[in-house]
Nanobody
Framework: QVQLVESGGGLVQPGGSLRLSCVAS????????MGWYRQAPGKQRELVAT???????NYADSVKGRFAISRDSAKNTATLQMNSLKPEDTAVYYC??????????WGQGTQVTVSS
């Protein structure tokens, strides 16, 4: 059993910042990667950013230069620092972890709303 718990969402004005955190617990060994995805109303879930066990990062073009993902492997946590937020960043943000054997686990999601 693997659990992912996200925190840090909320309401922020355009141009503001938020930090999302994800903590993984349970039967987790050799995490391959952790990442953040988001889903806006009426849209498909999309990748935001991922970070591998070796620290390699990958970002959606829409967030490059504004968002930064980091990871604390010892604590099984992943953090997404979001700066210069735009209304189009409004979505439910989900944490996902990838484990060996093509096993993927998702968190319950946290709402991010960017509005004046």
């Amino acid at each position: 059993q693997v659990q992912l718990v996200e925190s840090g969402g909320g309401l922020v004005q355009p141009g503001g910042s938020l930090r999302l955190s994800c903590v993984a617990s349970g039967n987790i060994f050799n995490i391959i990667s952790m990442g953040w995805y988001r889903q806006a109303p009426g849209k498909q879930r999309e990748l935001v950013a991922t970070i591998s066990s070796g620290g390699t990062t990958n970002y959606a073009d829409s967030v490059k230069g504004r968002f930064a993902i980091s990871r604390d492997s010892a604590k099984n946590t992943a953090t997404l620092q979001m700066n210069s937020l735009k209304p189009e960043d409004t979505a439910v943000y989900y944490c996902r972890t990838a484990l060996p054997g093509f096993r993927y686990y998702w968190g319950q999601g946290t709402q991010v709303t960017v509005s004046s």
